[in-house]
């Protein structure tokens, strides 16, 4: 880039010339000004003078500060810009340097990008409580003990014994992982008997997704390593509570892991890497889709009590899952908020309940976000037998897109459909992302890496949750409402018993009944 050097040479004269007229009217500066003020307008005259001599790059010296950023600070050209100089003078130096400079290029390790080994460090023994014992927890239990060496299930809390008793059973057979009678508590109540246990390093957090906020809150402390399922909560009252404390978990260096298994796959994170990197230039809209056949339901028993029934059903339920959208979306929709790095300021959406047998849940969703400078992100969601399945999400920017699944077929391609990157399976196969994100965890506590996952699902599972009440309300809702949104779903006390708000089958319906009388 060719040097300003007129006014780099007028910026030296009226840089000397200013400093000689503060020295010489030294006691009217002291006298117009307080000390802070002179201090500061040296320092600015110092900086500025270091900008006149910095290299060809116009590297600061000062703070390792960039030329762009320092010229941008709108206290500096106020302030150190001296005698009348405009700021278009100094700023036609840095339109020249913008005009010949890449941007900058971001290495994985810059990105936070995980080391993906395949196993663990050993170290210290790292015992751990499971609290949910039902499918998903004891995945997440046996995925635990697989992600290295010196790693124990020491204790256990869940509601049902049954659930219990089968977890413990696949502990023993598969891993000969003994849990002690005295270690396995009931009740709702449970969480908090295991995390008032001293030996307890590490708490995996497993229940339905309504529990998890409270038992988050109590786990960060408890001063507990967490691993914590997906998505973290189901109104916005919740997603507050687990903000607030994944706060109070960093400042305690505690590492927080989510069940957002795609954040945890290579070759996700690799796509990622390009697309920042700007291989699809800048990125303007995406879409994020979960539509499937029908889930798993189960039907009210006799001996049942409206609690039980909730709780062993929990999927089908909208104040224990949050809706399909939640629990199952929030993948995609995590990866969309990961990808874009931004929040929407409104959705819009609909959806409906077809096909479902129990439960008060959609068995549907489409819903479209508004983000700044007019991109947009189309979320749908669905479980229904006999329709087309698509799990996956595209990144749709300038140059390009990048096409995202979890089939092995992550690629980025132009809209002339050539491929300008393709994810290597042969040479870098992917970890089962199940297995990979306990790795992680386990490699974040032992090797001091600072890993808090707990905030960016809070704000991913918060965007399901906008699109969610649009749609069961048919209304535009916008992220600052949300966030400010009083909302709650769920008894304010636990008891086995009745729940007479619960009223099965009945889903939210949007809008209201047609004015006109029927002809």
Same mark, same amino acid.
């Given at each position: 880039?060719?040097?300003? /050097?007129?006014?780099?040479?007028?910026?030296?004269?009226?840089?000397?010339?200013?400093?000689?007229?503060?020295?010489?009217?030294?006691?009217?500066?002291?006298?117009?000004?307080?000390?802070?003020?002179?201090?500061?307008?040296?320092?600015?005259?110092?900086?500025?003078?270091?900008?006149?001599?910095?290299?060809?790059?116009?590297?600061?010296?000062?703070?390792?500060?960039?030329?762009?950023?320092?010229?941008?600070?709108?206290?500096?050209?106020?302030?150190?810009?001296?005698?009348?100089?405009?700021?278009?003078?100094?700023?036609?130096?840095?339109?020249?340097?913008?005009?010949?400079?890449?941007?900058?290029?971001?290495?994985?390790?810059?990105?936070? %990008?995980?080391?993906?080994?395949?196993?663990?460090?050993?170290?210290?023994?790292?015992?751990?409580?499971?609290?949910?014992?039902?499918?998903?927890?004891?995945?997440?239990?046996?995925?635990?003990?697989?992600?290295?060496?010196?790693?124990?299930?020491?204790?256990?809390?869940?509601?049902?014994?049954?659930?219990?008793?089968?977890?413990?059973?696949?502990?023993?057979?598969?891993?000969?992982?003994?849990?002690?009678?005295?270690?396995?508590?009931?009740?709702?109540?449970?969480?908090?008997?295991?995390?008032?246990?001293?030996?307890?390093?590490?708490?995996?957090?497993?229940?339905?997704?309504?529990?998890?906020?409270?038992?988050?809150?109590?786990?960060?402390?408890?001063?507990?390593?967490?691993?914590?399922?997906?998505?973290?909560?189901?109104?916005?009252?919740?997603?507050?509570?687990?903000?607030?404390?994944?706060?109070?978990?960093?400042?305690?260096?505690?590492?927080?892991?989510?069940?957002?298994?795609?954040?945890? *796959?290579?070759?996700?994170?690799?796509?990622?890497?390009?697309?920042?990197?700007?291989?699809?230039?800048?990125?303007?809209?995406?879409?994020?889709?979960?539509?499937?056949?029908?889930?798993?339901?189960?039907?009210? *028993?006799?001996?049942?009590?409206?609690?039980?029934?909730?709780?062993?059903?929990?999927?089908?339920?909208?104040?224990?899952?949050?809706?399909?959208?939640?629990?199952?979306?929030?993948?995609?929709?995590?990866?969309?908020?990961?990808? %874009?790095?931004? *929040?929407?300021?409104?959705?819009?959406?609909?959806?409906?309940?077809?096909?479902?047998?129990?439960?008060?849940?959609?068995?549907?969703?489409?819903?479209?976000?508004?983000?700044?400078?007019?991109?947009?992100?189309?979320?749908?969601?669905?479980?229904?037998?006999?329709?087309?399945?698509?799990?996956?999400?595209?990144?749709?920017?300038?140059?390009?897109?990048?096409?995202?699944?979890?089939?092995?077929?992550?690629?980025?391609?132009?809209?002339?459909?050539?491929?300008?990157?393709?994810?290597?399976?042969?040479?870098?196969?992917?970890?089962?992302?199940?297995?990979?994100?306990?790795?992680?965890?386990?490699?974040?506590?032992?090797?001091?890496?600072?890993?808090?996952?707990?905030?960016?699902?809070?704000?991913?599972?918060?965007?399901?949750?906008?699109?969610?009440?649009?749609?069961?309300?048919?209304?535009?809702?916008? /992220?600052?409402?949300? %966030?400010?949104?009083?909302? *709650?779903?769920?008894?304010?006390?636990?008891?086995?018993?009745?729940?007479?708000?619960?009223?099965?089958?009945?889903?939210?319906?949007?809008?209201?009944?047609?004015?006109?009388?029927?002809?």
């Amino acid at each position: 880039t060719e040097p300003c /050097w007129f006014y780099r040479i007028l910026a030296v004269f009226y840089t000397i010339s200013f400093y000689l007229l503060s020295k010489i009217h030294l006691k009217f500066t002291y006298v117009s000004n307080n000390v802070v003020y002179k201090k500061s307008f040296m320092l600015v005259l110092f900086q500025v003078n270091l900008y006149i001599w910095a290299s060809n790059n116009y590297i600061f010296i000062i703070n390792t500060m960039k030329r762009r950023d320092f010229l941008t600070n709108t206290a500096l050209l106020g302030a150190g810009i001296p005698l009348g100089m405009s700021s278009a003078v100094m700023t036609s130096c840095t339109q020249q340097q913008s005009a010949g400079t890449a941007a900058k290029s971001y290495s994985p390790e810059e990105l936070g %990008m995980f080391s993906f080994v395949e196993v663990a460090p050993d170290g210290k023994p790292l015992k751990a409580a499971l609290v949910g014992c039902g499918d998903r927890g004891t995945g997440a239990a046996t995925q635990f003990l697989k992600s290295g060496p010196n790693v124990s299930i020491i204790a256990l809390a869940d509601l049902f014994p049954d659930r219990m008793a089968t977890c413990r059973k696949v502990l023993s057979e598969q891993f000969k992982n003994e849990v002690p009678d005295a270690n396995c508590f009931l009740g709702f109540d449970a969480y908090q008997k295991v995390l008032a246990m001293n030996d307890i390093d590490v708490v995996l957090l497993c229940t339905p997704t309504h529990f998890r906020p409270e038992q988050f809150k109590a786990a960060v402390e408890a001063g507990k390593h967490i691993f914590m399922e997906k998505p973290c909560a189901v109104d916005p009252t919740g997603i507050r509570t687990v903000i607030a404390a994944a706060k109070v978990a960093t400042s305690k260096g505690l590492t927080v892991v989510t069940g957002n298994q795609r954040r945890h *796959r290579r070759d996700y994170w690799e796509a990622y890497v390009q697309v920042k990197n700007g291989l699809i230039g800048d990125v303007v809209s995406s879409s994020a889709h979960w539509d499937q056949g029908a889930w798993w339901n189960k039907r009210k *028993r006799p001996e049942w009590s409206d609690m039980e029934y909730c709780i062993r059903n929990w999927f089908n339920i909208k104040w224990l899952s949050g809706d399909h959208l939640l629990d199952q979306a929030i993948h995609n929709i995590d990866v969309v908020t990961w990808f %874009m790095e931004d *929040r929407p300021i409104r959705a819009v959406g609909f959806g409906g309940r077809a096909q479902r047998l129990t439960g008060d849940i959609y068995d549907f969703f489409s819903v479209d976000y508004y983000y700044n400078n007019n991109k947009r992100m189309l979320a749908t969601a669905r479980q229904i037998d006999g329709c087309d399945g698509n799990v996956s999400e595209q990144v749709y920017g300038t140059k390009g897109m990048a096409s995202l699944n979890d089939r092995g077929e992550i690629k980025i391609v132009d809209y002339n459909g050539n491929i300008l990157w393709e994810y290597d399976y042969q040479n870098k196969p992917v970890k089962n992302p199940y297995d990979q994100e306990h790795v992680h965890f386990v490699e974040s506590i032992r090797l001091d890496k600072k890993i808090n996952q707990a905030e960016a699902l809070a704000y991913s599972t918060q965007v399901a949750i906008l699109g969610r009440e649009a749609a069961y309300t048919g209304k535009p809702i916008s /992220w600052d409402e949300i %966030m400010a949104s009083t909302l *709650r779903y769920g008894p304010e006390k636990y008891e086995m018993g009745a729940l007479p708000d619960y009223k099965e089958g009945e889903a939210p319906k949007p809008g209201k009944a047609p004015d006109a009388p029927v002809m």
